[in-house]
Protein backbone atom coordinates (compact mmCIF):
# COMPACT_ATOMS: atom_id res chain seq x y z
CA UNK A 1 0.00 0.00 0.00
CA UNK A 2 1.31 3.45 -0.92
CA UNK A 3 2.04 6.29 1.68
CA UNK A 4 0.75 8.39 -0.82
CA UNK A 5 -2.90 9.86 -0.17
CA UNK A 6 -4.50 9.65 -3.35
CA UNK A 7 -7.19 12.41 -4.31
CA UNK A 8 -9.84 11.85 -7.31
CA UNK A 9 -11.02 15.30 -9.37
CA UNK A 10 -13.78 14.87 -11.64
CA UNK A 11 -14.30 17.61 -14.31
CA UNK A 12 -10.47 17.70 -14.14
CA UNK A 13 -9.67 18.92 -18.19
CA UNK A 14 -10.41 22.56 -17.85
CA UNK A 15 -11.09 25.49 -15.50
CA UNK A 16 -11.77 24.74 -11.80
CA UNK A 17 -11.30 20.88 -11.72
CA UNK A 18 -7.39 21.59 -13.76
CA UNK A 19 -6.73 24.21 -10.60
CA UNK A 20 -7.52 21.56 -8.14
CA UNK A 21 -5.55 18.87 -9.85
CA UNK A 22 -2.41 21.35 -9.36
CA UNK A 23 -4.20 22.42 -5.80
CA UNK A 24 -3.96 18.97 -4.50
CA UNK A 25 -0.94 17.56 -6.41
CA UNK A 26 0.78 20.70 -4.21
CA UNK A 27 -0.22 19.08 -1.30
CA UNK A 28 0.83 15.77 -1.53
CA UNK A 29 -1.58 13.72 -3.53
CA UNK A 30 -1.03 11.13 -6.57
CA UNK A 31 -4.39 12.85 -8.23
CA UNK A 32 -6.43 11.31 -10.61
CA UNK A 33 -8.42 13.23 -12.95
CA UNK A 34 -11.61 12.39 -14.49
CA UNK A 35 -12.96 14.09 -17.63
CA UNK A 36 -15.33 13.35 -20.36
CA UNK A 37 -12.29 14.58 -22.51
CA UNK A 38 -8.41 14.24 -22.30
CA UNK A 39 -7.23 15.72 -19.01
CA UNK A 40 -3.91 18.05 -20.35
CA UNK A 41 -2.94 18.96 -16.84
CA UNK A 42 -0.21 17.00 -14.91
CA UNK A 43 -1.89 13.99 -12.68
CA UNK A 44 -0.90 10.71 -11.10
CA UNK A 45 -3.31 9.36 -14.02
CA UNK A 46 -6.45 10.69 -16.09
CA UNK A 47 -9.43 8.27 -17.16
CA UNK A 48 -12.30 9.50 -19.50
CA UNK A 49 -15.17 8.86 -17.70
CA UNK A 50 -19.00 10.85 -18.03
CA UNK A 51 -20.02 11.16 -13.76
CA UNK A 52 -23.40 10.06 -15.36
CA UNK A 53 -22.02 6.57 -15.54
CA UNK A 54 -22.65 5.40 -11.99
CA UNK A 55 -20.96 1.77 -13.23
CA UNK A 56 -17.92 3.46 -14.88
CA UNK A 57 -17.41 5.67 -11.96
CA UNK A 58 -17.74 2.82 -9.43
CA UNK A 59 -15.50 0.19 -11.54
CA UNK A 60 -12.68 3.26 -11.64
CA UNK A 61 -13.14 3.71 -8.32
CA UNK A 62 -12.22 0.56 -7.62
CA UNK A 63 -9.34 0.08 -9.94
CA UNK A 64 -7.57 2.96 -8.27
CA UNK A 65 -8.36 1.64 -5.20
CA UNK A 66 -7.07 -1.76 -6.09
CA UNK A 67 -3.70 -0.17 -7.74
CA UNK A 68 -3.12 2.46 -5.16
CA UNK A 69 -3.97 0.71 -2.10
CA UNK A 70 -6.12 3.72 -1.00
CA UNK A 71 -8.63 7.11 -2.00
CA UNK A 72 -8.36 9.64 0.37
CA UNK A 73 -10.22 12.64 -1.14
CA UNK A 74 -12.88 13.39 -3.87
CA UNK A 75 -13.77 16.52 -5.16
CA UNK A 76 -16.99 16.77 -7.32
CA UNK A 77 -16.16 19.26 -9.94
CA UNK A 78 -17.50 18.13 -13.37
CA UNK A 79 -20.63 20.64 -14.32
CA UNK A 80 -22.04 22.33 -17.33
CA UNK A 81 -24.21 25.12 -16.97
CA UNK A 82 -27.45 26.71 -19.74
CA UNK A 83 -30.41 28.58 -19.67
CA UNK A 84 -30.42 32.01 -20.68
CA UNK A 85 -34.03 32.10 -20.28
CA UNK A 86 -36.98 32.64 -17.63
CA UNK A 87 -38.07 29.35 -16.04
CA UNK A 88 -41.38 28.92 -18.24
CA UNK A 89 -39.12 29.48 -21.58
CA UNK A 90 -36.58 26.85 -20.16
CA UNK A 91 -36.61 23.70 -22.50
CA UNK A 92 -36.71 20.73 -20.06
CA UNK A 93 -33.82 19.09 -21.84
CA UNK A 94 -31.62 21.81 -20.42
CA UNK A 95 -33.26 21.20 -16.87
CA UNK A 96 -32.51 17.89 -17.38
CA UNK A 97 -29.00 18.12 -18.63
CA UNK A 98 -27.88 20.42 -15.62
CA UNK A 99 -29.52 17.95 -13.18
CA UNK A 100 -27.66 14.54 -14.95
CA UNK A 101 -24.22 16.42 -15.01
CA UNK A 102 -24.53 18.65 -11.99
CA UNK A 103 -26.48 17.15 -9.27
CA UNK A 104 -26.79 14.11 -10.20
CA UNK A 105 -23.01 13.79 -11.17
CA UNK A 106 -22.06 14.73 -7.62
CA UNK A 107 -24.18 12.31 -5.78
CA UNK A 108 -23.16 9.24 -8.46
CA UNK A 109 -19.47 10.59 -7.50
CA UNK A 110 -20.08 10.16 -3.77
CA UNK A 111 -22.12 6.84 -4.34
CA UNK A 112 -18.92 5.34 -6.15
CA UNK A 113 -15.86 6.57 -3.53
CA UNK A 114 -17.46 7.20 -0.30
CA UNK A 115 -17.30 4.05 0.18
CA UNK A 116 -13.56 3.77 -0.18
CA UNK A 117 -12.66 7.34 1.58
CA UNK A 118 -14.58 5.62 4.39
CA UNK A 119 -11.77 2.46 4.05
CA UNK A 120 -9.29 4.38 4.08
CA UNK A 121 -6.31 3.84 6.43
CA UNK A 122 -7.00 7.34 7.45
CA UNK A 123 -10.73 7.41 7.48
CA UNK A 124 -10.19 11.07 10.10
CA UNK A 125 -8.37 12.80 6.98
CA UNK A 126 -10.72 11.34 4.37
CA UNK A 127 -12.81 14.22 2.78
CA UNK A 128 -15.32 14.32 -0.05
CA UNK A 129 -16.11 17.91 -1.75
CA UNK A 130 -18.90 18.67 -3.63
CA UNK A 131 -18.58 21.95 -5.71
CA UNK A 132 -21.66 24.21 -5.61
CA UNK A 133 -22.10 27.47 -6.62
CA UNK A 134 -22.93 31.30 -5.62
CA UNK A 135 -26.13 29.60 -7.31
CA UNK A 136 -26.80 27.51 -4.57
CA UNK A 137 -27.48 30.16 -2.25
CA UNK A 138 -28.99 33.18 -4.66
CA UNK A 139 -31.20 33.13 -7.29
CA UNK A 140 -29.66 34.11 -10.86
CA UNK A 141 -32.03 35.93 -13.23
CA UNK A 142 -32.26 33.42 -16.65
CA UNK A 143 -30.42 30.58 -14.96
CA UNK A 144 -33.57 29.06 -13.01
CA UNK A 145 -32.64 25.40 -13.62
CA UNK A 146 -28.86 25.82 -12.94
CA UNK A 147 -29.93 27.78 -9.61
CA UNK A 148 -31.83 24.57 -8.56
CA UNK A 149 -29.86 21.72 -9.28
CA UNK A 150 -26.40 24.00 -7.13
CA UNK A 151 -29.17 24.04 -4.95
CA UNK A 152 -29.46 20.40 -4.77
CA UNK A 153 -25.45 19.96 -4.55
CA UNK A 154 -26.00 21.52 -1.25
CA UNK A 155 -28.45 19.62 -0.33
CA UNK A 156 -26.57 16.43 -1.67
CA UNK A 157 -23.73 17.33 0.23
CA UNK A 158 -25.66 18.42 3.75
CA UNK A 159 -27.43 14.93 3.27
CA UNK A 160 -24.14 12.83 2.88
CA UNK A 161 -22.63 14.90 5.97
CA UNK A 162 -25.25 13.47 8.08
CA UNK A 163 -24.44 10.48 7.19
CA UNK A 164 -21.14 10.01 7.51
CA UNK A 165 -21.31 11.64 11.55
CA UNK A 166 -19.45 9.75 13.50
CA UNK A 167 -16.76 8.37 10.67
CA UNK A 168 -14.33 10.92 10.75
CA UNK A 169 -14.79 11.15 6.77
CA UNK A 170 -15.89 14.98 6.09
CA UNK A 171 -18.14 16.13 3.50
CA UNK A 172 -17.86 19.58 2.78
CA UNK A 173 -19.94 22.09 -0.49
CA UNK A 174 -17.46 24.86 -1.91
CA UNK A 175 -19.40 27.32 -3.71
CA UNK A 176 -17.60 29.81 -5.82
CA UNK A 177 -18.56 32.80 -7.54
CA UNK A 178 -17.48 34.48 -10.78
CA UNK A 179 -14.47 32.67 -11.58
CA UNK A 180 -12.19 33.25 -14.67
CA UNK A 181 -13.03 29.82 -16.11
CA UNK A 182 -14.83 28.24 -19.89
CA UNK A 183 -18.38 27.95 -17.76
CA UNK A 184 -18.01 31.86 -16.98
CA UNK A 185 -17.51 32.48 -20.22
CA UNK A 186 -20.26 30.48 -21.14
CA UNK A 187 -22.08 31.95 -18.59
CA UNK A 188 -21.70 35.38 -19.94
CA UNK A 189 -22.80 34.40 -23.75
CA UNK A 190 -26.23 33.58 -22.11
CA UNK A 191 -26.57 36.84 -21.45
CA UNK A 192 -25.05 38.48 -24.56
CA UNK A 193 -21.80 38.72 -23.09
CA UNK A 194 -18.60 38.40 -24.61
CA UNK A 195 -14.93 38.85 -23.88
CA UNK A 196 -13.26 41.06 -20.96
CA UNK A 197 -16.33 43.19 -20.72
CA UNK A 198 -18.87 40.01 -19.89
CA UNK A 199 -16.45 38.76 -17.39
CA UNK A 200 -16.29 42.23 -16.00
CA UNK A 201 -20.09 42.60 -16.04
CA UNK A 202 -20.84 39.09 -14.25
CA UNK A 203 -17.66 39.91 -11.60
CA UNK A 204 -19.12 43.55 -10.59
CA UNK A 205 -21.76 41.82 -8.38
CA UNK A 206 -18.84 40.27 -6.08
CA UNK A 207 -17.75 42.16 -3.22
CA UNK A 208 -14.13 42.19 -4.68
CA UNK A 209 -15.29 43.57 -7.70
CA UNK A 210 -13.25 41.43 -10.03
CA UNK A 211 -13.22 37.68 -11.39
CA UNK A 212 -11.97 35.01 -9.32
CA UNK A 213 -9.16 33.09 -10.38
CA UNK A 214 -8.88 29.07 -10.30
CA UNK A 215 -6.51 28.88 -8.54
CA UNK A 216 -7.92 31.34 -5.53
CA UNK A 217 -10.92 28.48 -5.56
CA UNK A 218 -8.81 25.30 -6.08
CA UNK A 219 -7.07 26.41 -2.17
CA UNK A 220 -10.21 26.90 -0.89
CA UNK A 221 -11.21 23.18 -2.33
CA UNK A 222 -7.49 22.21 -0.68
CA UNK A 223 -8.21 23.83 2.89
CA UNK A 224 -11.06 21.68 2.93
CA UNK A 225 -9.13 19.00 2.29
CA UNK A 226 -6.56 18.87 4.89
CA UNK A 227 -6.52 18.37 8.09
CA UNK A 228 -7.87 21.71 9.08
CA UNK A 229 -10.84 20.62 7.03
CA UNK A 230 -12.26 18.55 9.74
CA UNK A 231 -14.02 21.92 11.26
CA UNK A 232 -15.96 22.47 7.69
CA UNK A 233 -17.91 18.98 8.22
CA UNK A 234 -21.34 19.76 6.68
CA UNK A 235 -20.44 23.28 6.06
CA UNK A 236 -20.96 25.78 2.59
CA UNK A 237 -17.74 27.59 1.94
CA UNK A 238 -18.71 30.34 0.49
CA UNK A 239 -15.58 31.08 -2.10
CA UNK A 240 -17.41 33.59 -4.23
CA UNK A 241 -15.81 36.38 -3.23
CA UNK A 242 -18.64 38.56 -1.47
CA UNK A 243 -21.32 37.34 -3.91
CA UNK A 244 -23.92 39.93 -3.77
CA UNK A 245 -22.28 42.77 -1.37
Request: hydrophobic fraction near 50%; aromatic fraction near 4%.
Amino acid sequence: MSDRRVALVTGAAGGLGTAVLAALARDGYDVVGVDVVPVAAPCAEWHLVDVRDGTALRELAADVVARRGRLDAVVAAAAVVGGGSPLWATPDSVLDELWEVDAKGVWTTAAATVPHLLASPEPHLARFVGIASAAGEHGLFGLAAYTAVKHAVVGIVRGLAADLAGTGVVAVAVSPGATRTPMLEATAALYGLAGEDGIDELARHQGLRRALEPAEVADVVALCCSPAGAALHGSVVNADGGFGI
